[in-house]
């Protein structure tokens, strides 16, 4: 920044700022870290369709299916059955750590 322009900032009481001090409209959404959408993460529920819509695409969907019946059918059936009992012990709501 030129010496005279930080002058004349300095006398108007104007600093420029980083981009996390923005006002939203004027931040660019590539510049990394996202910004508060409020409830209801519209750019999170794109990703998420987006990267679903790519696995069901991708021809792994049965290899996956295979392989988790053979994890329930097997040797991980014991391992398995425990944590979905763990999971099943306490409601979606609860702090399983405050136990």
């Known amino acids: ?14 600093q420029s700022r980083s981009p996390k001090q923005q006002p939203r409209a004027q931040r660019d959404p590539s510049q990394g870290a996202q910004s ?13 369709n987006q990267q679903t819509d790519r696995f069901a695409n991708s021809g ?12 329930v059918d097997g ?11 763990a999971g099943k012990s306490h409601s979606a709501g609860e702090d399983v750590q405050k136990k």
């Open 36 to 48: 508060n959408e409020g409830e209801g993460n519209k750019t999170a529920a794109r990703e998420y």
């Open 60 to 71: 792994l969907v049965e290899k996956k299916a295979r392989e988790a019946k053979e994890a």
């Open 75 to 85: 040797d991980e059936a014991e391992e398995l059955a425990k944590a979905e009992a």
């Open 1 to 14: 920044m030129s010496d005279d322009r930080s002058k004349q900032q300095a006398r108007s009481g104007h």
